[in-house]
Protein backbone atom coordinates (compact mmCIF):
# COMPACT_ATOMS: atom_id res chain seq x y z
CA UNK A 1 0.00 0.00 0.00
CA UNK A 2 2.37 2.36 -1.17
CA UNK A 3 1.93 6.02 -1.50
CA UNK A 4 -1.38 5.75 0.31
CA UNK A 5 -1.83 7.25 3.60
CA UNK A 6 -1.99 5.34 6.71
CA UNK A 7 -4.94 4.64 8.77
CA UNK A 8 -4.95 4.62 11.74
CA UNK A 9 -6.77 1.09 13.50
CA UNK A 10 -8.95 3.13 15.95
CA UNK A 11 -10.37 5.23 12.79
CA UNK A 12 -10.78 1.78 10.87
CA UNK A 13 -12.61 0.55 13.62
CA UNK A 14 -14.90 3.38 14.25
CA UNK A 15 -15.97 3.89 10.52
CA UNK A 16 -16.73 0.29 10.12
CA UNK A 17 -20.60 0.18 10.15
CA UNK A 18 -20.32 3.29 7.48
CA UNK A 19 -18.23 1.17 5.58
CA UNK A 20 -20.63 -1.86 5.80
CA UNK A 21 -23.40 0.23 4.64
CA UNK A 22 -21.53 1.51 1.36
CA UNK A 23 -20.69 -2.03 0.73
CA UNK A 24 -24.34 -3.00 1.17
CA UNK A 25 -25.66 -0.30 -0.83
CA UNK A 26 -23.15 -0.99 -3.49
CA UNK A 27 -23.99 -4.42 -3.78
CA UNK A 28 -27.44 -3.99 -3.95
CA UNK A 29 -26.77 -0.98 -6.76
CA UNK A 30 -24.35 -3.39 -8.82
CA UNK A 31 -27.75 -6.54 -8.67
CA UNK A 32 -29.94 -3.26 -9.88
CA UNK A 33 -27.28 -2.38 -12.64
CA UNK A 34 -26.72 -5.90 -13.96
CA UNK A 35 -30.64 -6.59 -13.81
CA UNK A 36 -31.38 -3.81 -15.80
CA UNK A 37 -28.81 -4.66 -18.29
CA UNK A 38 -30.82 -8.20 -18.61
CA UNK A 39 -34.40 -6.32 -18.50
CA UNK A 40 -32.98 -4.05 -22.02
CA UNK A 41 -31.70 -6.73 -23.65
CA UNK A 42 -35.21 -8.96 -22.80
CA UNK A 43 -36.85 -5.66 -24.07
CA UNK A 44 -34.60 -4.91 -27.15
CA UNK A 45 -35.52 -8.98 -28.26
CA UNK A 46 -39.27 -8.51 -27.11
CA UNK A 47 -38.33 -11.93 -25.06
CA UNK A 48 -41.58 -12.73 -23.73
CA UNK A 49 -43.92 -15.89 -22.17
CA UNK A 50 -43.15 -17.84 -18.91
CA UNK A 51 -39.99 -18.99 -17.72
CA UNK A 52 -38.14 -21.03 -14.93
CA UNK A 53 -34.56 -19.74 -13.70
CA UNK A 54 -32.63 -21.79 -11.49
CA UNK A 55 -29.62 -20.76 -9.49
CA UNK A 56 -26.49 -23.23 -9.83
CA UNK A 57 -26.08 -26.42 -7.76
CA UNK A 58 -23.50 -28.23 -7.98
CA UNK A 59 -25.00 -30.85 -5.50
CA UNK A 60 -27.80 -31.68 -8.53
CA UNK A 61 -25.04 -31.64 -11.29
CA UNK A 62 -26.46 -27.95 -12.37
CA UNK A 63 -22.71 -26.34 -12.41
CA UNK A 64 -24.68 -23.18 -14.61
CA UNK A 65 -27.79 -21.13 -13.78
CA UNK A 66 -30.67 -22.55 -15.97
CA UNK A 67 -33.45 -19.97 -17.66
CA UNK A 68 -35.84 -22.84 -19.22
CA UNK A 69 -38.88 -21.80 -21.45
CA UNK A 70 -42.08 -23.09 -19.98
CA UNK A 71 -43.75 -21.86 -23.13
CA UNK A 72 -42.29 -21.31 -26.40
CA UNK A 73 -39.25 -22.37 -27.97
CA UNK A 74 -36.10 -23.11 -25.65
CA UNK A 75 -33.34 -21.79 -28.88
CA UNK A 76 -35.05 -18.46 -28.45
CA UNK A 77 -33.37 -18.02 -24.63
CA UNK A 78 -30.33 -19.98 -25.65
CA UNK A 79 -30.23 -17.44 -28.98
CA UNK A 80 -29.91 -14.41 -26.46
CA UNK A 81 -28.01 -15.68 -23.12
CA UNK A 82 -25.30 -17.94 -22.70
CA UNK A 83 -24.42 -19.91 -19.48
CA UNK A 84 -22.11 -17.19 -17.82
CA UNK A 85 -25.12 -14.61 -18.78
CA UNK A 86 -27.80 -16.64 -16.83
CA UNK A 87 -25.28 -17.00 -14.01
CA UNK A 88 -24.77 -13.35 -13.74
CA UNK A 89 -28.57 -12.96 -14.26
CA UNK A 90 -29.18 -15.45 -11.53
CA UNK A 91 -26.38 -13.82 -8.86
CA UNK A 92 -27.57 -10.61 -9.15
CA UNK A 93 -31.40 -12.33 -8.59
CA UNK A 94 -29.55 -14.28 -5.68
CA UNK A 95 -28.02 -11.28 -4.26
CA UNK A 96 -31.16 -8.79 -4.63
CA UNK A 97 -33.67 -12.07 -2.90
CA UNK A 98 -31.01 -12.74 -0.58
CA UNK A 99 -31.76 -16.64 -1.59
CA UNK A 100 -28.00 -18.36 -2.97
CA UNK A 101 -30.14 -21.28 -4.08
CA UNK A 102 -33.89 -20.92 -5.95
CA UNK A 103 -35.77 -21.66 -8.23
CA UNK A 104 -37.92 -18.77 -9.83
CA UNK A 105 -40.91 -18.76 -12.45
CA UNK A 106 -42.38 -15.64 -13.98
CA UNK A 107 -42.97 -13.99 -17.24
CA UNK A 108 -40.21 -12.78 -18.57
CA UNK A 109 -41.77 -9.63 -19.65
CA UNK A 110 -42.31 -8.88 -16.30
CA UNK A 111 -39.29 -9.49 -14.78
CA UNK A 112 -38.42 -5.88 -14.40
CA UNK A 113 -41.13 -4.55 -12.27
CA UNK A 114 -40.47 -7.85 -9.75
CA UNK A 115 -36.72 -7.68 -9.81
CA UNK A 116 -36.16 -4.23 -10.46
CA UNK A 117 -38.47 -2.10 -9.06
CA UNK A 118 -38.24 -3.82 -5.80
CA UNK A 119 -34.55 -3.19 -5.65
CA UNK A 120 -34.94 0.72 -7.14
CA UNK A 121 -36.98 1.27 -4.19
CA UNK A 122 -34.58 -0.11 -1.55
CA UNK A 123 -31.73 2.17 -2.95
CA UNK A 124 -33.84 5.00 -2.94
CA UNK A 125 -35.05 4.42 0.57
CA UNK A 126 -31.47 4.30 1.82
CA UNK A 127 -30.80 7.89 0.10
CA UNK A 128 -29.38 6.68 -3.19
CA UNK A 129 -29.91 9.24 -5.95
CA UNK A 130 -30.33 6.92 -8.81
CA UNK A 131 -28.72 8.66 -12.06
CA UNK A 132 -31.21 6.74 -14.35
CA UNK A 133 -35.17 7.45 -14.85
CA UNK A 134 -36.69 3.70 -13.95
CA UNK A 135 -37.16 1.41 -17.16
CA UNK A 136 -40.79 1.72 -18.71
CA UNK A 137 -41.32 -1.95 -17.64
CA UNK A 138 -40.33 -1.12 -13.96
CA UNK A 139 -43.61 0.71 -13.21
CA UNK A 140 -46.80 -1.44 -12.42
CA UNK A 141 -49.00 -2.44 -15.15
CA UNK A 142 -52.14 -0.64 -15.54
CA UNK A 143 -55.27 -2.00 -17.14
Do not use: C
Not at 15 to 37: K, V
Not at 56 to 78: C, F, H, K
Not at 126 to 142: F, N, W, Y
Amino acid sequence: MHGELPMKFNELLEGRENLQRQAALANLAFAYETLREFAERIARAQLSGEVTLKSADPDADRYWATLTANRGPQSVIEEHFTEEDLTDFADAISFSTGHDDFEATFSIEDFPQAFLAPLRSALESSGVVMDTDPLPAEKPHTK
